[in-house]
């Protein structure tokens, strides 16, 4: 026994920025971010918290797993930083639903949800919860130089939730995380403060990434990845139904769809209207795929992160 997912929802700030709005205050243009990236326009908090983003998700999923907020055993927040360093998101949510259960926060960066699923399955199996409310959010308009188009460019804002239960659909799950990866290759500093103590200011700033390392990682984790699914199942790259990757560049999809040798059909994208969303790419997708009706019972569903860490995540549903 794992868990199935039975509800799924999404938060998305009213704000759309197409790449020509950028340009008017940036060195940039659309050609070159649509060529370099796949995105055309992202989704910007104006005045929505991320509590905001999140409960509007959490609501939606709840409604359509069919439950209330009474029912729910455990709130997860996969994010990189919520309205407050404490309370947790999850908190925060929770009070906004009229919750009245366990929750914190995961920090896995992109690779938040994988995570965040493991943890889950290990709270249903241990019987320590029966519904499990599993949110990712990220206000990444809040982390980036906007001086910075190297950066600022890339990134969205938004949230996915969805609720999960004891059930047979997750048949896999593989964590991992590179603890030799310099963190300057993709990082967001977490100091600050005014303590008389520290020798020296403390950073405290905005995203700084190795655009081209974090490159190539995501092309090599996620064919790594797939490879040891397909073994460990025994399974052929055939009877996988749906890829759900991380979306941080189209370009790494493109490349992945190349190694894996499958239809790009396979591989939904929505880092064209949202850029990278982080840790929530991935429930989103599933949000929006459920919505549309194209993922249906049976189908398997493969899904991939990469992050900052470096970690890595990767999971198969056969979806109940
Ligand atoms: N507009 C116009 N020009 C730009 C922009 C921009 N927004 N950003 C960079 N450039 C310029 C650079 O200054 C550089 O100019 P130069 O040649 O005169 O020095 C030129 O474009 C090429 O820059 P590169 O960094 O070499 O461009 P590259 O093709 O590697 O693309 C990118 C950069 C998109 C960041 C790519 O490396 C990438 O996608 N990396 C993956 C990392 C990623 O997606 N991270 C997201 C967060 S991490 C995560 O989600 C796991």
């Known amino acids: 026994m794992s868990l199935k997912i039975t509800g799924a929802g999404k938060g998305i700030p009213a704000k759309r920025v197409f790449n020509d709005e950028l340009a008017g205050f940036l060195d ?30 959490a609501s939606q999923a709840l409604q359509n797993a069919g439950l209330s907020p009474g029912d729910i055993d455990l709130i997860l927040c996969s994010t990189v930083g919520g309205d407050y360093r404490t309370p947790s998101l999850a908190c925060c949510v929770a ?31 241990g019987g320590r919860a029966g519904n499990i409310l599993i949110i990712a959010a990220e206000m990444m308009s809040a982390l980036t130089d906007w001086t910075d188009r190297n950066t600022c460019v890339l990134f969205g804002d938004g949230a996915a939730a969805c609720v999960v239960t004891a059930g047979n659909a997750l ?30 200011k403390r950073d ?36 996988i139904d ?26 939904p994208c929505n880092i064209d209207r949202y850029g990278n969303l982080s840790s929530v790419s991935i429930p989103l997708l599933l949000f929006e795929m459920l919505e549309d009706g194209r993922l249906k019972p049976g189908d398997t569903v493969f899904m991939s992160a990469f992050g900052a860490g470096l970690t890595a995540g990767s999971c198969l549903m056969v979806w109940e």
């Open 242 to 267: 749906w890829l759900l990757l991380h979306q941080a560049n189209k370009r790494i999809i493109d490349c992945a769809v190349a190694k894996l040798k499958q239809p790009k059909e396979k591989f």
């Open 28 to 57: 940039t243009d659309d050609a070159w971010i649509s060529s370099r990236t796949g995105i055309k326009s992202r989704y910007l908090c104006v005045d929505e918290t991320l509590t905001d983003l999140s409960a509007a998700a």
């Open 171 to 200: 048949r896999y799950l593989h964590l991992s995380s590179d603890a030799g990866a310099d963190a300057a290759v993709l990082n967001i500093p977490g100091g600050g403060g005014n303590s008389p103590f520290a020798a020296g």
């Open 95 to 125: 009070e906004r639903v009229g919750a009245r259960c366990p929750c914190f926060d995961v920090n896995a960066a992109c690779t938040g949800f994988v995570y965040a699923l493991e943890i889950a399955s290990l709270f249903l199996r």
């Open 204 to 239: 405290s700033a905005f995203l700084r990434m190795q655009g081209q390392e974090v490159f190539k990682f995501a092309v090599g984790i996620v064919e790594t990845e797939m490879l040891r699914m397909l073994d460990a199942l025994k399974l052929s790259p055939e009877q």
